[in-house]
């Protein structure tokens, strides 16, 4: 079955240390998307890619950095210059960029650091 | 720059009752697009319904169905026959020329 898949579900830093979250999906989109959900806060935009090798930041990119060197993988790196990096971490893809189509989302990695 | 407000930050209906939630939304654009997302305590984003801003017509699916007010910029969610599956966090959403943005959400809950 095609899908989204976040990996780990959950995962655990030390303050200081980088950390990155793995999103892959066999859906064959060409856009994929990475959003941090606060309580209360919805979810918020952390960058975005509409092809290969190219990719947007979104409302919230300071302390985080992507890759999109494969159609089906979009990595998100939380770098030590983050400086509220714990939060729950949804990425998501679709057919095509921007906002016309619907989201598909994966299961979400849940990032505590301490 | 789209918004999304969201003003119910929580709501309850009793089983097989009705239950409306609320959004309204701003943008400059002509061509934008409008969903609802359900997320149960699995946390798993889920597409309730979708509305295309270029259509009168309201969506409907199942028991979903929206009341779509393009000149006052509301895009209302009515959920008919509750169930207890029906719990839920449910984020209103914009696209247009840009990705989606989200409303901050209004948690559900439904009473046996």
């Known amino acids: 079955d095609g899908g989204i898949t976040q990996s780990p579900k959950y995962l655990f830093r030390k303050e200081g240390q980088n950390v990155t979250l793995s999103c892959e999906q066999n859906?064959?989109?060409?856009?994929m998307y990475w959003y941090r959900q606060d309580p209360g806060q919805g979810l918020r935009l952390i960058y975005y890619?509409?092809?290969?090798?190219d990719f947007q930041k979104g409302d919230i990119a300071e302390g985080y950095s992507v890759s999109r060197e494969k159609k089906e993988s979009f990595p998100l790196t939380v770098t030590s210059a983050q400086k509220n990096p714990t939060a729950f971490y949804l990425c998501?893809?679709?057919?095509w960029g921007q906002g016309h189509s619907p989201l598909h989302f994966g299961n979400g990695t849940r990032l505590t650091v301490t | 720059a789209q918004t999304v407000t969201q003003s119910q930050p929580e709501m309850s209906v009793q089983e097989a009752e009705t239950v409306t939630l609320s959004c309204t939304y701003d943008?400059?654009?002509?061509?934008?697009?409008l969903f609802w997302y359900k997320q149960p305590p699995s946390r798993q984003m889920i597409l309730v319904i979708r509305?295309?801003?270029?259509?009168?017509q309201n969506a409907t699916e199942n028991r979903f169905s929206v009341n779509f007010q393009k000149a006052a910029k509301s895009f209302s969610l009515k959920i008919s026959d509750s169930q207890l599956g029906d719990a839920a966090m449910y984020f209103c959403?914009?696209?247009?020329?840009?990705?989606?943005?989200f409303g901050k959400g209004t948690r559900l809950s439904v009473i046996a």
């Open positions: 998501a893809s679709s057919v």
């Open positions: 943008t400059s654009e002509s061509d934008y697009y």
């Open positions: 509305q295309e801003a270029y259509k009168q």
């Open positions: 959403s914009l696209g247009g020329n840009t990705p989606l943005v």
């Open positions: 859906l064959n989109h060409d856009a």
């Open positions: 890619s509409q092809i290969v090798n």
